[in-house]
Every structure is written in C-alpha cells, then in structure tokens.
C-alpha cells in the first residue's frame, strides 16, 4: 500500500525509509521479520558479494552472512536494514 501523509509525525514516531543506493560488502545488516505469522524474530548478518541477480547496473539480492540467527521460513519480505 502507498500513502501520502501530509503534516508532520507526532510524537517519537519514525517512518522506515527506502534508499536505492548499494548495500557495499561488508556492510552490517539486520533483518525484521515474524515467521509464519509468529513471533517477531531479529536476525544480524554482513552483506557479502555473490551472484546475485541484476537489472541493469543495480543488484536485485542481497546476500547475507547470518552470524546470528537466519531468515526462517515464512520471513519472505521481512526488513532488511
């Protein structure tokens, strides 16, 4: 779902934003994610170089170490950050 919000955000709150610029190997990278519907799991790993697939010049993948926990399965479109 795409919104336009016009005003501000009240409070403390934080909207998470997108950037297309490369994640650069080596980069530390967390995922947010919650398993078959369960409960929300957190993953950390270091982004690495691997054949991924491209359009153009830009990477469509990322792959990722896990030094601690993985994405498990049910995770598909679970945050990268």
């Known amino acids: 779902t795409l919104l336009r919000l016009t005003g501000g955000l009240q409070g403390?709150?934080?909207?998470?934003?997108?950037?297309?610029?490369a994640i650069t190997n080596g980069a530390q990278v967390t995922s947010v994610h919650h398993p078959d519907?369960?409960?929300?799991?957190?993953?950390?790993?270091?982004?690495?170089d691997g054949a991924g697939c491209t359009l153009g010049s830009q990477p469509?993948?990322?792959?990722?170490?896990?030094?601690?926990?993985?994405?498990?399965?049910?995770?598909?479109?679970?945050?990268?950050?």
């Open 37 to 48: 519907g369960s409960w929300k799991r957190i993953s950390f790993a270091t982004a690495t």
């Open 60 to 81: 469509e993948t990322i792959n990722a170490a896990w030094s601690s926990a993985v994405t498990e399965p049910g995770s598909s479109g679970g945050g990268l950050f």
């Open 12 to 21: 403390n709150l934080f909207w998470v934003g997108w950037n297309s610029a």
